[in-house]
């Protein structure tokens, strides 16, 4: 079997930790190897989604440095996996040697669910998880990842789960990064529709393939003493 | 002194890093038109379909008698204008009562579009997909008789009816060859302005009937 | 340097009534368009999109060829080419001409470029009587107020408020029914349009091989002010510009279902010059205004260039999560939502309003329905850079370049980025694990107070990934 390499993103080592852990197990229980090179930090994606290129650059560098060689990088996360496999290329268009390093690590970058559905080639990984969920389609990995159908096949095989689809599951949840603390009253409107519309469905937990949505609706969860839990994929699916 | 133009052109292409002017450029994308092949029923089904969806009205005549009856009984006294299409005389619409002919004179007959009920024409087109009527400005056809009345009814020979846009464009590809105005009609006038609540006959005509003959 | 217009916007999101109006409008349309798209309404919509943005980047790629080629064939038909280098030039040509000809009264259709040149109110200076004749910005101009959004104007009035304004400036009996509200706008227009000498419209398309413009409307009155005056103008930027009149074939079938659902508006006009002999209507004179007013800058930047692809359809404002909380009237400009964000900063600067290509989580919902393909999220994040290099150059923004400096710095060096996270981990009031209300005065940074305004934060994990992964390892080395 293939050897994996773990790219938790900074907000999984920092603040949802257990989400790398959970990717971890699944991709063992695959029969993966898998490593996790210490070195890595940040995919860079802060500076660069606030218009600070050169200061991204030097992040960009150092990750494609930490994964040279690495035959599968597998994200818990879709818009670091955008930042990785698309827009370092628009980080380097003008350097051509690095240039062509970003465009190598393109093709091996893979956000989690989506390396389990293209590459492991398998959508029951012996999970259970016995409650009622909704699916929020994270931007990043629907719009510039296709991620869509994978992560809804992948929670079908969940034994004992239930899925409820909300009327906005493709809405944005408001985080954007850095937006959610310029502009914090649209994109806490914007959380509050995505709230509003899965507490209509009647579901405990919200699942996403992005710890950043999930920290952004859980904020609104938890400010407002609501009952409902947020659950990254890769937890649901290491659930026994 | 450089004229508007002049300045304009120039920093279009410095824009767009040239020097001059160029030839005609290569890589236009090729046209895209595909003409399905559909027969005259399902071609009349589609168009019935299209514009009924639309609250437009449509009536299958078997002959030019049975639409000049059925254009009688629709304007039912009720004053109207007539294009100088002449389909219509081959109809025998002018011979309807109170049905005046529209004209050349263009302030007559904006006179009598502004104050009838009704506008009678022909269409040069009719387009099965979008249940559109193709009008073009000629002498037989003038603006302003299927725009002012509040009723419009429409004459139209079978043999006008084509698939939809792309035959049109494949049979007519410089519209402006023909005329200073082609307008497709694809059902009654209409706004949703005001608190997105759809209401008919805003400027245009509210009413629209096309007779297929 | 504007700064977020924080107050406006505040009162926009919290006015719930305001809410449901934008919500259900543009609900409305991005359901119809949703439906008009599916594959048994028509054949591979994809693939129209993929031609309109070719022949959009090939018109704006060779515009200078295309304008001149416009410009041969409408003098051809009989018209005439005004070009306007800025938004002076367009209006003074049309206060000229109103002198030389007489002109009392205009009638105008919809016409998002007049609106760019603010024409009504350099017409109403001069005391002509000018008139809106689409029923929203008949409205509107009644209101004295700016369009809401790029098709459907008036989307943030009620009935009620159309009630109002009509006794109020009609002086007539009170009607709240849109239907019959809808009848008295029609009663007066009429009469506007029979006896206007000047009618004024935009044009959806401008098409080179024909001399033509096209107008694409479902009331009449596009038509009504094109056929019924002596002159007409027609009133365009220059990158509306078409290379043929058979591309209509594809712009047509993406411009309805994208904007309203509909596979063909009710009216399509194709008009080009004046009426000819022949014809018994139709205007005597006809003009065509073509307007750079910053077009041609727009046109300079590779990456950019095809904000210009732009057909004015609407989709990206229906389906924009920000433009449906804040509305239309919270962007600078005339054009509003994820169009009006990518064009603005272009045509007014970098440094107006430095907030607004910011004002996006970068969804990608826009580029998604597009029907030219416009990469709207990849302009903003080009615009952004520009925005960081502007501010850096005249010295503002000094906290926040700082702080990715350091981001940056830290970033690079696994070791210091561990010992920051141990420290801040440190730092952060102890909450065994819960999410946090509020944090003491010290740490309340502008950041974290916008977060915390809306929402709690998590604390920083008692042991990092990396800290439980090394123990993960070493059980299993045990083991």
Redesign the interface.
């Given at each position: 079997m293939s050897r994996v390499s773990l790219f938790?993103t900074?907000i999984?080592?920092?603040?949802?930790?257990k989400v790398?852990?959970a990717m971890?197990d699944v991709l063992e229980r695959l029969g993966y190897q898998i490593d996790?090179p210490?070195?890595?930090?940040?995919c860079?994606q802060?500076?660069?989604?606030?218009?600070?290129?050169?200061?991204?650059r030097?992040?960009a560098?150092?990750f494609m440095d930490v994964f040279e060689g690495a035959e599968y990088i597998v994200v818990p996360s879709g818009s670091c996996t955008s930042m990785c496999g698309h827009?370092f290329a628009?980080l380097f268009q003008d350097d051509a040697a690095m240039l062509a390093r970003a465009h190598a690590i393109e093709s091996r970058v893979y956000e989690f669910s989506k390396f389990l559905t293209e590459v492991a080639q398998v959508e029951d990984v012996g999970a259970s998880f016995a409650h009622t969920i909704t699916y929020h389609d994270s931007?990043?990995a629907?719009?510039?990842l296709g991620v869509k159908a994978g992560p809804r096949k992948l929670l079908s095989r969940v034994r004992g789960l239930t899925l409820k689809e909300m009327d906005v599951a493709?809405?944005?949840c408001?985080?954007?990064?850095?937006?959610?603390?310029?502009?914090?009253?649209?994109?806490?409107?914007?959380?509050q529709?995505k709230i509003d519309s899965i507490l209509r469905t009647g579901a405990s937990h919200i699942v996403s393939i992005d710890s950043s949505c999930l920290?952004?609706l859980?904020?609104?969860i938890?400010?407002q003493g609501l009952p409902l839990e947020t659950i990254h994929l890769a937890e649901v699916l290491a659930s026994r | 002194m450089a004229t508007a133009r002049d300045e304009i052109l120039g920093r279009i292409r410095t824009s767009l890093g040239r020097t001059g002017a160029t030839g005609t450029p290569g890589g236009l994308p090729p046209v895209r038109l595909h003409i399905p092949e559909v027969p005259l029923e399902p071609r009349i089904q589609r168009f019935r379909a299209a514009l009924e969806k639309l609250n437009g009205k449509v009536f299958r005549a078997n002959s030019r008698d049975d639409a000049r009856a059925y254009v009688e009984s629709l304007l039912n006294g009720r004053p109207a204008v007539t294009s100088n299409a002449p389909f219509l005389n081959e109809c025998g619409i002018g011979t309807i009562a109170n049905v005046r002919a529209g004209g050349a004179d263009r302030e007559a007959l904006r006179g009598m579009c502004a104050t009838l009920d009704a506008g009678i024409s022909s269409a040069d087109y009719a387009l099965s997909d979008t249940g559109s009527l193709v009008m073009i400005a000629s002498h037989d056809e003038a603006r302003l008789v299927s725009l002012l009345p509040p009723l419009h009814i429409a004459l139209v020979p079978l043999d006008r009816l084509l698939t939809g846009l792309d035959e049109l464009y494949t049979l007519l590809p410089v519209p402006s060859d023909r005329s200073s105005s082609m307008v497709f009609i694809t059902g009654p006038s209409r706004t949703a302005d005001i608190e997105q609540i759809l209401v008919r006959g805003v400027h245009g005509p509210g009413e629209i009937h096309v007779v297929l003959v | 340097m504007n700064p977020?217009p924080?107050e406006a916007?505040?009162k926009a999101?919290g006015d719930s009534r305001l809410q449901a109006a934008i919500y259900s409008s543009t609900g409305r349309l991005m359901e119809k368009r949703a439906h008009s798209i599916e594959p048994e309404e028509i054949d591979d919509f994809q693939g129209l999109r993929t031609q309109a943005n070719a022949l959009k980047k090939h018109a704006i790629d060779n515009l200078d060829y295309y304008l001149e080629q416009l410009e041969q064939n409408v003098i051809a038909r009989g018209g005439k080419v005004i070009w306007c280098r800025d938004a002076d030039e367009a209006v003074q040509f049309v206060l000229n001409l109103s002198k030389e000809k007489g002109v009392k009264r205009i009638v105008k259709s919809k016409s998002m470029t007049t609106e760019e040149i603010d024409l009504n109110e350099h017409l109403e200076h001069e005391k002509i009587d000018v008139v809106e004749t689409d029923l929203g910005e008949y409205i509107l101009q009644l209101a004295h107020e700016k369009p809401y959004h790029i098709v459907a104007p008036a989307l943030h009035k009620t009935r009620y408020d159309v009630a109002d304004l009509f006794t109020e400036t009609l002086h007539v009996a009170r009607e709240e029914e849109p239907e019959k509200q809808t009848q008295i706008a029609r009663r007066v227009l009429r009469e506007k349009f029979l006896t206007a000498e000047l009618g004024i419209t935009g044009a959806n398309f401008l098409i080179a091989d024909s001399g033509a413009i096209v107008l694409v409307e479902n009331e009449g009155n596009a038509r009504l002010s094109s056929s019924a005056p002596r002159i007409q103008i027609a009133m365009a930027g220059i990158e509306k510009v078409i290379p043929r009149a058979q591309d209509l074939a594809t712009f047509l079938k993406v411009l309805g279902r994208s904007a309203t659902g509909q596979p063909l508006t009710v009216y399509t006009s194709f008009l080009s010059g004046p009426r000819r002999s022949g014809e018994i209507d139709g205007p005597e004179e006809f003009y065509l205004v073509l307007l750079d007013n910053g077009r041609t800058r727009l046109l300079a930047d590779e990456n950019k260039r095809q904000s210009l692809y732009c057909i004015r359809c609407g989709a990206c404002l229906n389906h924009c999560?920000?433009y449906r909380?804040?509305g239309g009237h919270n962007y600078p400009w005339v054009y509003s939502g994820p169009i009006g964000a990518i064009i603005s900063p272009q045509f007014h600067g970098v440094t107006k309003d430095p907030?607004l290509p910011?004002?996006?989580?970068?969804?990608?919902?826009c580029?998604?329905v597009c029907p030219v393909k416009i990469d709207i999220p990849?302009v903003l994040?080009e615009?952004?850079?520009?925005?960081?290099?502007a501010k850096r150059r005249e010295g503002a923004g000094k906290w926040?370049?700082f702080a990715?400096?350091v981001?940056?710095?830290?970033?690079?060096r696994?070791k210091l980025?561990e010992m920051g996270?141990a420290m801040?981990a440190a730092v952060f009031p102890g909450s065994q694990g819960k999410?946090v209300?509020s944090l003491p005065g010290l740490l309340q940074g502008?950041?974290?107070k916008?977060?915390l305004?809306?929402?709690?934060?998590?604390?920083?994990?008692e042991?990092?990934?990396?800290?439980?992964?090394r123990e993960?390892q070493r059980s299993k080395g045990a083991a």
């Open positions: 938790v900074c999984v080592d920092q603040v949802f930790p790398g852990l971890a996790f210490e070195a890595q930090t940040c860079g802060p500076a660069f989604n606030s218009g600070f290129w050169d200061e991204a030097g992040v560098r150092h827009h628009d931007c990043h629907l719009r510039e493709e809405e944005c408001g985080f954007g990064g850095t937006f959610s603390v310029k502009f914090p009253d649209v994109s806490g409107g914007m959380a529709t920290m952004q859980q904020g609104v938890s400010r | - | 977020i924080v916007i505040q999101v999560p920000v909380k804040i907030w910011f004002a996006s989580s970068l969804c990608g919902a580029a998604e990849k994040l615009l952004r850079a520009d925005i960081t290099l926040e370049r990715f400096k981001f940056s710095y830290v970033m690079q696994p980025y996270s801040a999410w209300r502008p950041p974290i916008g977060w305004s809306k929402r709690d934060l998590p604390p920083p994990a042991r990092s990934f990396r800290a439980l992964w993960r």
